[in-house]
């Protein structure tokens, strides 16, 4: 979009529109994940943003969805309904919601949780569940995936993320979660720098 | 102690925007007992209410809720209760109370799908009749209809200054796709909210009839225990609130509670309109479904196709009149709501002979889409 001088028509303003939707069981805080990320583009980045949660009657364990909007417009159908970015928790989220993904759209997946194997397109995958295990606490896997989010698609600014997450956990946890948050962004700029990389050696071999 | 207003920018859920609403509407009662999807309310109030001076319960049901809401109203303290679909039903009859005793009240129901337990996290607008006709006898009632989180926020402080101003309860009619929807809340500083208080009696103490009418119909109210001659009945019952089981007295009483509405719509009565201008089809909806609404209106613009939208912010009383002038001049109506026909039936009822209504809803679970707004405006046109 830059040197475009003209004013953007309202079909390309509604391009500046992301939708997300992230996928668990209940229990693995996935609402608390998109709300940081709504609330990070909200009162951090200044734009738009909705988040609708979903999910069963039961208190745990059923699936779960969190869809976030986030959009330079006042958004007014809050529902997603072709995500620009997948991040799935749960092997059922994954076959759920893969189908509507859209083709240039980001798949990011917890590795512990959801099998690479059938995928047919490209995703970025991270062992969210077994960072956390080590970091002490596998309850924040979410937000070990929240990093790994910001990092890959740039959705939010690492700032509003961060800060948003010391905002949002329990008081006491601040310190570990804000190293979960940085575990998952710097495992996201490590696979973004690994493409690069590969990228840059496979053009170099073509040249 | 807190601040009750909490002023500032927030990124906060419908439910919790309600709740924020009522404290800084001043309300320092909540009776409650909590049901998905309105429990954020309870829990909000629950934590909040201690700390600006106000009193939390939870009551052994819906039935002793709405009680303990009256009860706490006719005391002189600003109350409210949420609940859904299952409780709403059980409230009832002691709502019917409040209207009788012209208590001020506000009661919200963030609506899921029902017949009976239904969806319990599932967004619907089924309840839209039974807020009307719900309690027995004849009456009026106020309703309002969020759309948003930040809408919330306001209309709860405008349900208590209605409430206030007419001495009765008034409904919030939201849903769970707004109850459990995160936005963004801008909540102004305390001084630039309008708050209305309840007009209370002047005069000799011994002399007070509770149910004398003053300014709009409605009657200045005392609160119990100050002294003032204060009795309080369901039935039928004179200015002094003593029983009168003469068929004069019920055409009176139920006569001045009605005409306290009736004869103010003016004032109560609230919409929005978008694009409605040169609009060939009016896209009439409420809550929720206006975001439908609004999606498949700009859609339709961009089609070439003039629609525009009637969004009722006070569902009840219905806004007859103006749906009547606009079917004057339009080529039809598209009511959209989560049900299978309720606010539908007034649009067609005061759209009669002059222009065609459809309707576009289902069962509930999850929104209307902007698709299905579009096919029947295009029927219409």
Redesign the interface.
Known sequence: MKGIVHPMT?NQKKLVAKEIIITGFGGQGIVLAG?IL??AA??GDHL??????????ESRGGACSAQVIISSETI????VRKPDILACMSQGGLDKFVGVLEDDGFLLIDQDLVSPAGISRDYYAIPSTRLAEELGRKMMANIIMIGFITAVTGVVTMESARDTVEKSVPKGTEKMNLAAFQKGYEYGLAVLKGRRKKAEEKAGKVA | MEPAVLTGEHYMTGDEACAEGALAAGCRFFGGYPITPATEIAETMAARLPKVGGTFIQMEDEIAAMAAVVGASCGGVKSMTATSGPGFSLMMENLGLGICLETPCVVVNVQRAGPSTGLPTMAAQGDMMQARWGSHGHYEIIALSPSSAQEAFYQTILAFNLAEKYRTPVLIMTDEVVGHMSERVVIPEAKAIKIVERTRPRGRKDRYNPFEPGEFGVPPMASAGEGYNVHMTGLTHDERGYPDMSVECQEQMVNRLVGKIRNNLDDIIRTESHRLEDAEVVVVSYGVSTRTAYAAVEEARELGIKAGMLKLVTVWPFPERQIRELAGRVKGFVTVEINLGQIHLEVSRCAAGLAPALLVGHCGGTLISPEAVIEAVRRIV
């Open positions: 309202d709300k709504g609330q909200s009162l738009e943003s909705t988040l609708i949660q979903s999910y069963g009657p007014h159908y809050p529902y």
